[in-house]
């Protein structure tokens, strides 16, 4: 067939594996930037963080979606995927070069806190739509359209690697950038941290500018889809495509384990991060350990996609891939619950000065948070995408635009909300560890039994059926 020699072409992998490198690459320094801006300079503190995502992420990714589900009906995908990176990146680089200098010069004014959190949030949201835009829902969408179930099994693993070298390269980088050696030697601005920004969202546009010209080469190796929704149904509409989700049972569990992933792991994260900027207080700190997480975090994600991730995705069955990832979660999590919560016992019985416990508590969710997604990028995810590709072809787009799009952002809105109340209820976000635990465990709990149902129904022919 010719999809099977246009697919063994080392060309074509070399393109695939390119794009999603550098993809994942800008997500990650845009990862360590966004969260910079939102805990350790703009925002003030990690509790910006759940309203940034349920005032802004949520209604912008679901604005995100229907458009896509307009546009995708009259544009090429890679049209779209080509007009999408101009505009991310050119908004960052403009952001950094130009706003946020003339942003700090109006530090005094009355208005400014307001401007401040605002400018934050539009830079955060911006960055966070990078993923299920540009990798999850353009460039997946892309590869699903155009690989059978074989194919994807064999080619996954390797486009995870891809992904995880990128995170693995932008860990370096983001360090490098807000490094004073090469703010000594490329001062462009005379605020040291402002140099940082500019120089990685430099990086930021150039790797988009490359990432596009490997799409548009990748995207002529394929049969043309022009109009993916076209040929099916010339009506499509973000209402169709929400009830095509509630008469698909697998979809609802998947939408369900998608949306609590999020809830569960978040929770914890974002009490993290606060503990973080206890201990890096300056934003050149704060984001220089954010490139470190992110070079720990690669590094085990690329030692799962070469060793973990092909032998279990291929020698055992759909559920044993997917349940890794909640069972792992439910454990390191309760770990790092514990150790926060029972900050007295800890010290106590560990005989810990009050700086030992911090570097301890830092330490755990360093672990937490480089093992858990490290094996969500490399099993987890990929078990999604293999859901997918079991549908026919005709609704694998519809899927992804409501997984991808509205179910994992509602699960960040979840949990954003669930964050803030929590805090409003407890005084502070520390001091709302321990009902955040009993929220986030109970969730991972049941993202357990709902991978094993879902797992349950890929065994039946339901699916394929769809």
Same mark, same amino acid.
């Given at each position: 067939?010719?999809?099977?020699?246009?697919?063994?072409?080392?060309?074509?992998?070399?393109?695939?594996?390119?794009?999603?490198?550098?993809?994942?690459?800008?997500?990650?320094?845009?990862?360590?930037?966004?969260?910079?801006?939102?805990?350790?300079?703009?925002?003030?503190?990690?509790?910006?963080?759940?309203?940034?995502?349920?005032?802004?992420?949520?209604?912008?990714?679901?604005?995100?979606?229907?458009?896509?589900?307009?546009?995708?009906?009259?544009?090429?995908?890679?049209?779209?995927?080509?007009?999408?990176?101009?505009?991310?990146?050119?908004?960052?680089?403009?952001?950094?070069?130009?706003?946020?200098?003339?942003?700090?010069?109006?530090?005094?004014?009355?208005?400014?806190?307001?401007?401040?959190?605002?400018?934050?949030?539009?830079?955060?949201?911006?960055?966070?739509?990078?993923?299920?835009?540009?990798?999850?829902?353009?460039?997946?969408?892309?590869? /699903?359209? /155009? =690989?059978?179930?074989?194919?994807?099994? @064999?080619?996954?693993?390797?486009?995870?690697?891809?992904?995880?070298?990128?995170?693995?390269?932008?860990?370096?980088?983001?360090?490098?950038?807000?490094?004073?050696?090469?703010?000594?030697?490329?001062?462009?601005?005379?605020? &040291?941290?402002? /140099?940082?920004?500019?120089?990685?969202?430099?990086?930021?546009?150039?790797?988009?500018?490359?990432?596009?010209?490997?799409?548009?080469?990748?995207?002529?190796?394929?049969?043309?889809?022009?109009?993916?929704?076209?040929?099916?149904? @010339?009506?499509?509409?973000?209402?169709?495509?929400?009830?095509?989700?509630?008469?698909?049972?697998?979809?609802? =569990?998947?939408?369900?384990?998608?949306?609590?992933?999020?809830?569960?792991?978040?929770?914890?994260?974002?009490?993290?991060?606060?503990? =973080?900027?206890?201990?890096?207080?300056?934003?050149?700190?704060?984001?220089?350990?954010?490139?470190?997480?992110?070079?720990? &975090?690669?590094?085990?994600?690329?030692?799962?996609?070469?060793?973990?991730?092909?032998?279990?995705?291929?020698?055992?069955?759909?559920?044993?891939?997917?349940?890794?990832?909640?069972?792992?979660? =439910?454990?390191?999590?309760?770990?790092?619950?514990?150790?926060?919560?029972?900050?007295?016992?800890?010290?106590?019985?560990?005989?810990?000065?009050?700086?030992?416990?911090?570097?301890?508590?830092?330490?755990?969710?360093?672990?937490?948070?480089?093992?858990?997604?490290?094996?969500?990028?490399?099993?987890?995810?990929?078990?999604?995408?293999?859901?997918?590709?079991?549908?026919?072809?005709?609704?694998?787009?519809?899927?992804?635009?409501?997984?991808?799009?509205?179910?994992?952002?509602?699960?960040?809105?979840?949990?954003?909300?669930?964050?803030?109340?929590?805090?409003?209820?407890?005084?502070?976000?520390?001091?709302?560890?321990?009902?955040?635990?009993?929220?986030?465990?109970?969730?991972?709990?049941?993202?357990?039994?709902?991978?094993?149902?879902?797992? /349950?129904?890929?065994?039946?022919?339901?699916?394929?059926?769809?």
């Amino acid at each position: 067939m010719l999809k099977s020699i246009k697919l063994s072409s080392v060309k074509v992998f070399s393109l695939m594996f390119g794009v999603i490198f550098l993809l994942n690459l800008n997500y990650t320094i845009l990862k360590s930037a966004r969260r910079t801006l939102a805990v350790a300079d703009l925002g003030g503190s990690a509790i910006s963080i759940p309203f940034f995502e349920l005032f802004g992420t949520l209604p912008a990714a679901l604005l995100m979606t229907y458009l896509l589900t307009k546009i995708l009906k009259k544009m090429s995908l890679k049209r779209v995927f080509i007009s999408t990176m101009t505009i991310f990146t050119i908004f960052f680089f403009l952001f950094a070069a130009i706003y946020y200098p003339k942003l700090i010069l109006l530090q005094k004014s009355i208005a400014t806190p307001y401007l401040l959190k605002g400018s934050s949030m539009a830079f955060y949201v911006m960055g966070e739509l990078w993923k299920p835009t540009l990798i999850q829902i353009l460039f997946l969408g892309f590869i /699903n359209l /155009n =690989l059978s179930m074989d194919e994807a099994k @064999s080619m996954y693993p390797s486009l995870m690697l891809g992904a995880s070298l990128g995170a693995v390269v932008a860990g370096p980088l983001t360090v490098f950038c807000n490094s004073k050696l090469l703010w000594k030697l490329a001062p462009i601005n005379s605020s &040291h941290w402002n /140099n940082s920004l500019i120089l990685m969202m430099l990086v930021v546009l150039a790797v988009g500018l490359i990432s596009s010209v490997f799409f548009m080469l990748l995207s002529n190796s394929f049969p043309q889809q022009e109009k993916p929704f076209e040929k099916e149904n @010339s009506k499509f509409s973000l209402k169709e495509a929400i009830s095509f989700f509630f008469q698909s049972k697998p979809l609802r =569990l998947m939408g369900w384990i998608v949306f609590a992933d999020y809830i569960a792991y978040s929770l914890a994260e974002i009490l993290f991060l606060e503990v =973080l900027k206890l201990k890096y207080p300056l934003p050149t700190d704060y984001c220089t350990y954010m490139g470190y997480l992110s070079l720990w &975090h690669s590094a085990l994600t690329v030692l799962s996609a070469l060793i973990l991730a092909p032998f279990v995705l291929k020698k055992t069955k759909w559920i044993t891939s997917a349940i890794i990832l909640p069972i792992g979660l =439910l454990c390191v999590e309760g770990i790092f619950f514990f150790t926060v919560v029972g900050k007295d016992i800890t010290i106590s019985l560990l005989n810990l000065s009050t700086e030992s416990y911090l570097s301890l508590v830092v330490a755990i969710g360093s672990i937490l948070y480089c093992s858990c997604r490290a094996i969500k990028y490399t099993l987890f995810d990929p078990c999604k995408e293999l859901a997918f590709i079991q549908m026919p072809k005709s609704s694998r787009m519809k899927g992804k635009i409501i997984i991808d799009g509205l179910c994992s952002k509602f699960g960040r809105g979840a949990s954003s909300a669930t964050a803030i109340y929590l805090t409003a209820l407890s005084g502070s976000l520390l001091a709302s560890a321990t009902l955040s635990s009993v929220v986030a465990l109970s969730v991972c709990i049941s993202l357990i039994f709902a991978t094993s149902k879902l797992g /349950n129904q890929l065994d039946t022919p339901e699916l394929a059926s769809i």
